[in-house]
């Protein structure tokens, strides 16, 4: 079963990205808080999407994280670590005290490469 949760929520972030890039609204070629508040919002979404997969991956039974901090503790404070990894990962800081191991290389690179073009696409959809 927590491999289809994984596909779910991968689909919902999928989702997401694809309807920031495909909103038509005319937008004037300066500051819009609208979109500006669209990409935080879309932010939030992927960095708790991928942290819901990390979080599943460690209940499926994968090791994801070098600490192995997803094994032991409460539901909340393995997702919170989930969400810190998902949110540090995202914003590409990288402060190393904790790393993926495994398939959760793989995801977290495609997190990290979502979270350095994102900002691009933003600008884009700003100036075009």
């Given at each position: 079963m927590g491999y289809l949760?994984?596909?779910?929520?991968?689909?919902?972030?999928?989702?997401?990205?694809?309807i920031f890039l495909r909103s038509n609204r005319n937008i004037r070629h300066s500051f819009s808080s609208?979109?500006?508040?669209a990409f935080l919002?879309?932010?939030f979404i992927l960095m708790i999407g991928f942290a819901l997969i990390y979080f599943l991956m460690s209940q499926i039974g994968f090791t994801v994280l070098s600490d192995i901090s997803l094994q032991a503790g409460s539901t909340?404070?393995?997702?919170?670590?989930s969400l810190y990894f998902s949110g540090v990962t995202l914003m590409t800081v990288g402060y190393g005290d904790i790393y993926p191991i495994g398939v959760a290389r793989f995801v977290s690179l495609i997190e990290a490469a979502?979270?350095?073009l994102l900002p691009a696409a933003f600008l884009?959809?700003?100036?075009k």
């Open positions: 949760e994984i596909v779910f929520v991968v689909i919902i972030v999928i989702v997401s990205i694809l609208e979109l500006f508040i919002i879309i932010y909340l404070d393995r997702f919170l670590r979502v979270g350095y884009y959809k700003l100036i």
